[in-house]
């Protein structure tokens, strides 16, 4: 009897131990991507207000040009270090790609098809809260999750902001990507500093 203890002792220890080790952080990966958007909204809004140039429209390239590399980069050193990733990780990782390739082809058509001022900030702002808000579900921290609902009301605030006002939609697009990226994102390397793997 006190051998069995002694096993179910030592097999909870080294599940407690294997479970507190499975999760990849991808602490980085909200900042990497939240950084270079406020940066390429604000040249946006720069270039627009104060340059009066129209290439602006193209200026979102920036942002997978930055993120991308970054976030292979942070990937690839999570991934060497835990040796394996979640399927949480797994399903956020997919989420966030399908997320920038929508972005990515609602930047370009509406700068094709001139429909830039009328839609993109507030679909941009809607499919930045939406990924912040299912990234919190998925991997359960609330913060995340509340942050992504607020980003998500705040992209609403673009439709009212129209005609001579528009450009100022970049701005909205900067508070919603600071509130559900940048926020949730220290919050969890915060979180994870104090979490031993």
Known sequence: MNNTHKELDII????????????PTGENLFLVWGYPTVAVFVLEFA??????????????????LMGAPLMMYFQRKDYARMGHRSL????ALQLWL?????????????????????CYN??????????????GVI?????????????????????????DLWPW?????V??????LIIPGHQLKNYLKNYEF
């Open 12 to 23: 909870a220890r080294m599940r407690g131990e294997v479970m507190g080790r499975k999760e």
């Open 47 to 64: 270039a627009l207000m104060f340059l009066h140039k129209h290439w602006y429209v193209w200026l979102w390239i920036g942002i997978p």
């Open 88 to 91: 949480e990780s797994n399903i």
């Open 98 to 118: 399908y997320i920038g390739g929508a972005s990515a082809l609602l930047g370009f058509t509406t700068g094709v098809t001139n429909t830039y001022p009328v």
């Open 122 to 135: 507030f679909i941009q702002g809607l499919l930045i809260g939406l990924g912040a808000y299912l990234t």
């Open 139 to 163: 991997s359960r921290f609330r913060s995340m999750t509340v942050c992504g609902i607020i980003a998500s009301i705040m992209a609403f605030a673009c439709l009212f902001i129209q005609d």
């Open 169 to 173: 939609q970049f701005l909205v697009t």
């Open 175 to 180: 508070m919603t990507t600071v509130v559900a």
